[in-house]
């Protein structure tokens, strides 16, 4: 017999009569715990690529920012980035100005889009060098 446990500490946490734990929503699972891992690294490194090409870049409206999981990078002259982790997907997302939309999921030490065709270090890096001509840009791997 399966019941729900409202005040059990980890949500919507489902236990047998016995009491032996069959799912929690809680960030306890191996997966979870690995894709936040990988796709934290992943966000800062892209943060601090950012910002090395704001330091070298004299637009006014240039500018990044991350907080609670979004980076994102006005550009200041082709529009503005969103990048974030989806923790239900096991994904992170990216809103460009240039392709628009993309799903990117770890898949071999990689972020690949979902439809296979991109890797979002060598997307960004191409659309970053066609927007700031003249300037090196490189996104960490």
């Given at each position: 017999?399966?019941?729900?446990?409202?005040?059990?500490?980890?949500?919507f946490?489902?236990?047998?009569?016995?009491?032996?734990?069959?799912?929690?929503?809680?960030?306890?699972?191996?997966?979870t715990?690995?894709?936040?891992?990988?796709?934290?690294?992943?966000m800062?490194?892209?943060?601090?690529?950012?910002?090395?090409?704001?330091?070298?870049?004299?637009?006014?409206n240039?500018?990044?920012?991350?907080?609670?999981g979004?980076?994102?990078?006005?550009?200041?002259?082709?529009?503005?980035?969103?990048?974030?982790?989806?923790?239900?997907?096991?994904?992170?997302?990216?809103?460009?100005?240039?392709?628009?939309?993309?799903?990117?999921?770890?898949?071999k030490?990689?972020?690949?889009?979902?439809?296979?065709?991109?890797k979002?270090?060598?997307?960004?890096?191409?659309?970053?060098?066609?927007?700031?001509?003249?300037?090196e840009?490189?996104?960490?791997?």
């Open positions: 017999m399966l019941r729900l446990l409202s005040r059990n500490p980890a949500p946490c489902i236990r047998r009569s016995t009491g032996a734990r069959l799912y929690s929503g809680a960030v306890t699972d191996e997966a715990r690995r894709f936040h891992e990988v796709a934290d690294i992943r800062h490194s892209l943060l601090d690529d950012f910002d090395a090409i704001g330091e070298k870049c004299d637009h006014p240039f500018d990044v920012v991350y907080s609670n979004v980076l994102t990078f006005n550009t200041g002259v082709s529009g503005t980035y969103v990048i974030n982790k989806q923790p239900p997907n096991k994904q992170i997302w990216l809103s460009s100005p240039i392709s628009g939309p993309k799903r990117f999921d770890h898949i030490d990689e972020w690949i889009d979902s439809k296979r065709t991109d979002l270090e060598e997307l960004l890096e191409g659309e970053l060098k066609t927007i700031f001509k003249g300037i840009v490189t996104i960490t791997k």
